[in-house]
């Protein structure tokens, strides 16, 4: 009699049915990783507005903040000449400029609003990281204004008015 070689069905079968136990566990961990690196894509690109925003205020007294992210950043794919409504201070990702709509950086839409306007000088502003689709690409959202302080929402919206925003618990990081 002449031995056989190879693997049985129950043998291949048994390998499938723990590498599929294995992804199993495996894919929601990936999944969670991959929204706390949005989060924290999220956290930097509110603290590079900010830090912009400062910047934009110092370049251009006489505007104060900028109103929009657009006037903070360049036309995508086009050189950038600083103005006060193309500042060159983000890229054109993060400021929206030319971006289609919906899209967003690290699975975050970013929008940033004019605070306190005092005869046409803007002392205030605000900026929100709101996640493109809640449970999937982030679960919280993130704004700040001109106090610096990156704020967090739990449940995912953030509101564009400052009074609002002040509600919001500072972020612990």
């Known amino acids: 009699m ?7 069905l129950i043998e291949l079968l048994i390998v499938v049915a723990i590498i599929l136990i294995i992804a199993a566990i495996a894919i929601p961990n990936l999944l969670r990783a991959r929204m706390a690196a949005n989060e924290s894509s999220a956290v930097a690109s509110i603290r ?4 912009a925003q400062v910047t934009y205020n110092t370049a251009y ?18 050189a ?4 006060s409504t193309s500042a060159c201070l983000l890229d054109s990702v993060l400021s929206n400029n030319g971006n289609p709509v919906g899209s967003g950086k690290s699975g975050y839409s970013f929008t940033s609003g004019t605070g306190t306007n005092v005869g046409g000088l803007n002392t205030g502003y605000t900026v929100l990281a709101i996640p493109l689709q809640i449970n999937q690409t982030g679960v919280r959202a993130f704004c700040a204004e001109e106090d610096g302080v990156v704020r967090v929402d739990p449940a995912g919206a953030c509101s564009n008015a400052e009074a609002t925003i002040l509600t919001f618990n500072p972020l612990n990081q």
Request: glycine share 18%.
């Open 2 to 8: 002449r031995k056989q070689k190879g693997f049985s």
């Open 61 to 78: 007294p006489t505007v104060g903040f900028a109103t929009n992210l657009g006037d903070l950043g360049g036309a995508l794919g086009a």
């Open 48 to 51: 590079t507005v900010t830090t």
């Open 80 to 83: 950038c000449t600083a103005s």
